[in-house]
């Protein structure tokens, strides 16, 4: 079945980077995303990569896919305090497909 | 274009009572989405439509839960004999379908507290 896990928790320090961890089960995922919801606030697509692309990379974001090992990742360079948030890593089979979501990490950046 | 919509933006009942929710999407958006999201936890799809038509239901949804989507723009979830359980947020999204890449736009959410 289509399962996406990630880690719950990652802290770090203000000005380091964060490296946020997904990895899918379905193997006929096209479309790979990474949201962003802020306490109170809706979901924030951050950014989205296709299948058959191994990285992408967007300002201070960069998202790596390995698809032999369905591992995604999202890296943020020089985190800020304005990131705290939960990031959900997702998955769809076509970008007009149900998106089946992770559990999200919390991420909580130290000043 | 404002994005998509949602009513109310919060709702408290009392077990057992029935609720409905809106769901405006972006106009000319032929896909619609419900999710629902509960503490902690990451979006779970429902269901979804394509123009009037409900084309997939998760198995999520129990039938104490209907969606509607009679012309083909706006929708309703409503949810009959409402339990303690179903607190959570509903989520609206809305998409095309053209060739390429086609963005999901999520609504604000509906938060369902059931006293």
């Known amino acids: 079945g289509e399962d996406v896990e990630q880690s719950l928790f990652l802290s770090v320090r203000e000005g380091d980077s964060s490296v946020i961890n997904c990895t899918y089960t379905?193997?006929?995922?096209?479309?790979l995303y990474w949201y962003k919801q802020e306490p109170g606030a809706g979901l924030q697509l951050l950014t989205y990569i296709f299948s058959n692309m191994d990285m992408k990379q967007d300002q201070r974001l960069t998202v790596l896919l390995n698809k032999k090992d369905k591992h995604l990742s999202l890296r943020i360079a020089d985190t800020q305090t304005g990131d705290s948030a939960i990031y959900f890593c997702a998955e769809s089979e076509t970008s007009y497909d149900k998106v089946i979501f992770g559990p999200g990490t919390s991420l909580s950046v130290i000043p | 274009d404002t994005g998509v919509s949602q009513d109310p933006r919060h709702k408290i009942t009392k077990r057992g009572q029935n609720v409905t929710f809106r769901c405006d999407p972006i106009s000319e958006h032929n896909r619609l989405y419900w999710y629902r999201q509960t503490l902690g936890q990451g979006p779970e799809f429902l269901t979804y439509f394509q123009n009037e038509a409900q084309l997939e239901k998760s198995r999520l949804l129990s039938d104490r839960f209907s969606a509607e989507r009679p012309k083909g723009s706006f929708s309703t979830l409503e949810i009959q004999r409402t339990e303690q359980g179903d607190s959570a947020m509903y989520l609206c999204?809305?998409?095309?379908?053209?060739?390429?890449?086609?963005?999901?736009?999520f609504g604000p959410g509906t938060r369902l507290t059931v006293l």
């Open positions: 379905d193997s006929s995922s096209t479309y």
């Open positions: 999204a809305s998409s095309k379908t053209d060739a390429g890449y086609n963005e999901q736009f």
